[in-house]
T-cell receptor, first 115, second 116 residues
Framework: DTEVTQTPKHLVMGMTNKKSLKCEQH?????MYWYKQKAKKPPELMFV???????INESVPSRFSPECPNSSLLNLHLHALQPEDSALYLC??????????????FGPGTRLLVL | AQKITQTQPGMFVQEKEAVTLDCTYD???????LFWYKQPSSGEMIFLIY??????QNATEGRYSLNFQKARKSANLVISASQLGDSAMYFC?????????????FGTGTRLTIIP
């Protein structure tokens, strides 16, 4: 089973709202990722968690706050977003074996619209 | 400098024909992995196939095969007997074996359209 689930599928929020995106995997993977993808562009890495610890933050603005409550769950808390933050947010997971052949498996994404 | 280059922004292919999607890469690492993902309009990134830098044989996975030419630093995806459901965006990606680096570097993608 290579399933990564994400909720919600779609989200519309105002610039003053607080919302959260959720990601879950049950493949026993110990690395989880958040990516942001604008239309017609490749995904851009935002955060990486390895063994529930934040290992990479790609200089993401503080209005995005990741959280990894356990090895199966990854959240992305959103606060005071800007319209330019509207994008597809993809979650991914991998084994965290550290090898070059480690495959990342992606969820279906959350389409976020900030008004 | 671009680490992954996909030179075909869009391709149109007749159904049942084979199609090759180009990907070239740049790395000084000896150990690296090359991946292909398919992204339909629904948005999900679907893993298709991977090739390790030390693999001597080209990877195959069903109708997908990876034409790996290490000296030319190319990792082209070949889809045999294309189907309408193959219409999607295709991304080539590379993972380098750098300590503590879990990053995938993506190319800009190729939009493939299969014509009935």
């Amino acid at each position: 089973d290579t399933e990564v689930t994400q909720t919600p599928k779609h989200l519309v929020m105002g610039m003053t709202n607080k919302k959260s995106l959720k990601c879950e995997q049950h493949m026993g993977h110990r690395a989880m990722y958040w990516y942001k993808q604008k239309a017609k562009k490749p995904p851009e890495l935002m955060f990486v968690y390895s063994y529930e610890k934040l290992s990479i933050n790609e200089s993401v603005p503080s209005r995005f706050s990741p959280e990894c409550p356990n090895s199966s769950l990854l959240n992305l808390h959103l606060h005071a977003l800007q319209p330019e933050d509207s994008a597809l947010y993809l979650c991914a997971s991998s084994q965290a074996s550290g090898g070059a052949l480690e495959t990342q498996y992606f969820g279906p994404g959350t389409r976020l619209l900030v008004l | 400098a671009q680490k992954i280059t996909q030179t075909q922004p869009g391709m149109f292919v007749q159904e049942k024909e084979a199609v090759t999607l180009d990907c070239t890469y740049d790395t000084s690492d000896q150990s690296y992995g090359l991946f292909w993902y398919k992204q339909p309009s629904s948005g999900e990134m679907i893993f298709l196939i991977y090739q390790g830098s030390y693999d001597e044989q080209n990877a195959t996975e069903g109708r997908y095969s990876l034409n790996f030419q290490k000296a030319r630093k190319s990792a082209n995806l070949v889809i045999s007997a294309s189907q309408l459901g193959d219409s999607a965006m295709y991304f080539c990606a590379m993972r380098e074996s750098l300590f503590g680096n879990e990053k995938l570097t993506f190319g800009t993608g190729t939009r493939l359209t299969i014509i009935p």
